[in-house]
């Protein structure tokens, strides 16, 4: 058990905090949130910089145009980043830590020529296509429909809850190539599209989330043309295809948050300190148990890197759910002890710590909600029998 | 960095695994536990020294094994899953300090105090040495079977400083309790069967098994990384969540269990008032978490 870092590992830290410390300050100001086109700029503005400094897929492979970095470096890379106040991942979130880790690892070498380097430099950017309205913990029984037409599917269906739809030149899609039937199981039978958000037929209708913003959209999909080649993976193996992008969700995707939520802990004692509220030791031992409960979080990070790292692989195990179902807890637990030390405050949307409370709200639902995490975990971990 | 275990801390760990699993199994725990009065195996103490369970950190020059702190929480994590009873904590840390102790010769107790509730002296009666102020120790019916106490009017309060370590290895215990009541609650969970299925196919069951892996988990991230730092607010950090794992560990798989596990047959309770017992030795969760408030 070794919690230091190497020579190596300590010479990539100083060189990219470096690099943070001569880059920050030279960036645009962050647009209104509600400005997508500026929301979008900004993100890929970022990522385009990160391209030219070398550090764009840090943890990708190098024949996928990665950097081919061990786990340990792109987790000093997430932490250093978001010590130092850096922008966060944004609208290319789904190209950067789903599709293009899916196609990196199942696509056909033209599609990762294709897809892979517009990712990394901020030229492309990607939504999700999951979730149905009628298929959401159980996505499988998802029902967008795709049939052949010559050398393109058709697309009829719709999607909901897709991040950045607006803004996406593609959209990771999950379509139903096979009917369900007596010997077509329903996680058979999808397919793994990767559809152009320009084509004719699509209707992006922003969805606005209890707090106020829209940060999603729904999408409707009127027979839709996509070319064949642009399915990855085989025509009806899209299940096993999207469960390689689902653990990377459920992996490393909450590094920065979680330094993020152990910034704000501090900063809440500091707010507690100089408003009075400290003096009240239920308050002040709730902020003490959410210390050892963010510090623990960062510590069970470094052990599933460190055992990704060991098993060389890169990709999260299941181990990815413990960690995802504890911290989605402790953020929400975090902003209510926020809520106390406001006060009244806590009522005024004018606070960045009331927003962030009701977008917590979110943590327990989003990529898959508690609920179906506890079933992975009991089933795959523990392994307790499937059931009702 | 590689912050997960060695071969050698596997072996460690495995290694003693199997040696309680030979020499106190749970045919000798319940032999133990319906003794009567709980009276110390001195055979199995002296074999457990002769194992270099007591000199693990003493340095090899003094006739140890020289390994550090995080080698120590592996072995008391598998004391913690064996229920191994005896003042193991006292009796490592007194190693360098008390003649026969590191062989297992010598038995050890001390006052393992909280601050807002006075000391507390396991196995003083069976003891050789105890540390501490212990005078006017006052005997208590134990809520464990297997675990006397005597308790320290005043409680040796100031004169017994808060010992980190200590801390550190009574977390390690209770992480192997978390950790065993879960491997418990699961394979009852699939034996048991009712309407027709194992009940561990119900979800309501399911999480509850769920969130006590989760909990162990967590905590066994922060006994280790503790271990390694030997950070005072970490170590309280650890306390605080594996007396948590333990004890909620213990609560839920008594659930698991339903009548059976309201029973003295099943080992439910075992772990379960051992959990209690652990978490009211060393800190408090209210001093660890006015210890990790300071430090923010």
Partial sequence: MDLTCTEEEESFRAGLREWLARTLPGLPPRPDPTNWPGRRAYDTGWQRRLYDAGYAGLHWPLDAGGRGATPTQHLIFLEETEKAGAPYVGANFVGLLHAGPTIASEGTPEQRARWLPPVLRGDEVWCQGFSEPDAGSDLASLRTRAWRDGDDYVVSGSKIWTSHAEVADWCELLVRTAPVSEDVPKHRGISWLAMPMDAPGITVRPLRTLAGSTEFAEVFLDEVRVPVANRVGAENDGWRVTMVTLSYERGTAFVGEVVACRRVLADLAREARKN???????????????????????????WNVSESQRAGTGVPGVGGSVFKLRYSHARQELYEAAGEVLGPGALDLGHEWTL?????????????????????????ILGLPKGR | MDFQLSE??????????????????????????????????????????????????????????????????????????????????????????????????????????????????????????????????????????????????GGGGAATPRQPEADLLIAAEQLGSAGKTCEMAVRYARERTQFGQAIGAFQAVKHLCAQMLVRTEIARAAVYAAAVTGDAPEIAGAKLLADEAAVRGARDCLQVHGGMGFTWEADVHLHLKRAWVRAGLGQSAAEAEEELAAAL
């Fill in chain 1, 276 to 302: 009075g509220r400290w003096d009240d030791a239920v308050l002040r031992r709730r902020l003490g148990r959410l210390s050892a409960e963010f510090g623990a979080l960062w510590r069970l990070t470094q």
């Fill in chain 1, 356 to 380: 962030d409370r009701l977008s917590s709200l979110s943590y327990t639902i989003a990529a898959g909600t508690s609920q179906i995490q506890q079933n992975i975990v009991a089933e795959r």
């Fill in chain 2, 8 to 153: 050698d801390q596997r072996a460690l760990r495995d290694g003693f695994r199997d040696l309680l699993a030979g020499r106190f199994d749970g045919t000798a725990l319940r032999a133990a536990v319906d003794s009567g009065a709980p009276s110390l195996d001195r055979a199995l103490w002296r074999e457990l020294g002769d194992a270099g369970f007591f000199a693990l950190r003493v340095p090899e020059e003094e006739g140890g094994v020289g390994l550090g702190l995080p080698e120590a929480v592996l072995i008391f994590e598998e004391a913690g899953r064996a229920l191994l009873p005896g003042p193991l904590v006292a009796t490592f840390l007194a190693a360098r300090d008390v003649e026969g102790a590191a062989r297992g010769a010598v038995v050890v107790t001390s006052v393992l105090t909280t601050a807002d509730s006075g000391g507390l002296v396991p196995w003083l009666d069976e003891a050789d040495v105890a540390r501490g102020d212990v005078s006017g120790a006052v005997p208590l019916r134990s809520v464990d079977p297997l675990t006397p106490l005597h308790r320290v009017p």
